[in-house]
T-cell receptor, first 113, second 113 residues
Framework: AQSVTQLGSHVSVSEGALVLLRCNYSSSVPPYLFWYVQYPNQGLQLLLKYTSAATLVKGINGFEAEFKKSETSFHLTKPSAHMSDAAEYFC???????????FGKGTMLLVSP | DAGITQSPRYKITETGRQVTLMCHQT?????MFWYRQDLGHGLRLIYY???????DKGEVPDGYVVSRSKTENFPLTLESATRSQTSVYFC????????????FGPGTRLTVT
């Protein structure tokens, strides 16, 4: 069964610091991987996706993620955090032929001044 | 371009009552999904639909009923609401082909008293 693990339910950074949110997936076949962001009282918004093209994927709002097959990881990074990045972030996985996404439990990013 | 909408956005109902949450999308996406989001559980799939008149159970279908007579609508009915169904409900959709990313509605916050 496909699964996603997000390490850390909460991550705190200072404004201007590096953001690193971790995501590991379990798979024996090539995955499709996604990062979503959820602001308070809103739905999930797609940040970026990996679909077996370039392993370094750039998304919106300055975020990027790198697919590392050997580590089964798809960590999300941003060089410099902004107050507006404070939100909950979800990693998700799917596979060719699957109808659904499997989501991680989410990581709340807290940004302090 | 309305995208995907949900109604109502907020609902309070009593235990035992029937409640229907509406979801409408304007993209003519084949797939539609219903999730519930609860603290500590992340997003859990309730039901999904691959096309009109085709529905399938997700991870937590008990107590819910869905139908899909038209491609653009995917209502979710709680036949006899229970307090454990207090949650935030999200509808999502995606096209049949592509990289499987889903597009989310703004959510319905349901409280069962």
């Amino acid at each position: 069964a496909q699964s996603v693990t997000q390490l850390g339910s909460h991550v705190s950074v200072s404004e201007g610091a590096l953001v690193l949110l971790r995501c590991n997936y379990s798979s024996s076949v090539p995955p499709y991987l996604f990062w979503y962001v959820q602001y308070p009282n809103q739905g999930l918004q797609l940040l970026l996706k990996y679909t077996s093209a370039a392993t370094l994927v750039k998304g919106i709002n300055g975020f990027e993620a790198e697919f590392k097959k050997s580590e089964t990881s798809f960590h999300l990074t941003k060089p410099s955090a902004h107050m507006s990045d404070a939100a909950e972030y979800f990693c998700a996985v799917s596979y060719s032929g699957y109808s659904t996404l499997t989501f991680g439990k989410g990581t709340m990013l807290l940004v302090s001044p | 371009d309305a995208g995907i909408t949900q109604s109502p956005r907020y609902k309070i109902t009593e235990t035992g009552r029937q409640v229907t949450l509406m979801c409408h999308q304007t993209w003519s996406h084949s797939y539609m999904f219903w999730y519930r989001q609860d603290l500590g559980h992340g997003l859990r799939l309730i039901y999904y639909s691959a096309a009109a008149d085709i529905t399938d159970k997700g991870e937590v279908p008990d107590g819910y009923v869905v139908s899909r007579s038209k491609t653009e609508n995917f209502p979710l009915t709680l036949e006899s609401a229970t307090r454990s169904q207090t949650s935030v409900y999200f509808c999502a959709s995606r096209p049949r082909t592509g990289a499987y990313e889903q597009y989310f509605g703004p959510g319905t916050r349901l409280t069962v008293t």
